[in-house]
Each structure stands twice: as structure tokens, then as C-alpha cells.
């Protein structure tokens, strides 16, 4: 089952570079298109957006797998080709 935080730990993790390496969760909110305090009672509930998460894996070209269960490669393999 995917667990909320450690998502939220991993889409900080594909941010890093467009925050400099301090991503906050309002940040992550921000990204996924909802309010900050959306996001905290998302977390605290463990309910998981599949659907905001996954354009957000769309968007950052990385595996879904990888973001909601920690497995396998973080990109996709379409990432690496042209579309």
C-alpha cells in the first residue's frame, strides 16, 4: 500500500534541484495543485491523489512505481526518448 509521507519524501527528492535542495510541503502542494492544507490532512489521513501524483509523474518524466512504492528506477523509460 502506498504511504502518503514517504511519497511526499520522494516527489522532495525529484524537487530538490528546482527548490535548491529546501522543498518544503507547501511546495509539494504546490505541485500537485492543491492547498498546503490539503496536503497536511492527506499526510495525516494516509489518502493518497493518484490522480494529482500521477501528472505529476507525467510531468517530472519519472516512474510511478518508484513514487508511490519506492521500486524500481526513479525515470521512466519513455523519459529517455524523445516525444
Request: proline fraction near 2%; charged fraction near 35%; include cysteine.
Amino acid at each position: 500500500m502506498a504511504n502518503m509521507v514517504e511519497i511526499v519524501d520522494r516527489m522532495k527528492d525529484v524537487l530538490a534541484d528546482k527548490y535548491e535542495d529546501k522543498v518544503l510541503d507547501k511546495n509539494i502542494a504546490y505541485e500537485l495543485g492543491i492547498a498546503p492544507d490539503n496536503l497536511a490532512a492527506k499526510k495525516s489521513r494516509n489518502l493518497v491523489p493518484y490522480d494529482h501524483l500521477t501528472s505529476f509523474c507525467v510531468s517530472y518524466k519519472i516512474s510511478t512505481d518508484w513514487l508511490f512504492f519506492g521500486i524500481g528506477a526513479k525515470e521512466r523509460d519513455y523519459a529517455k526518448k524523445d516525444m
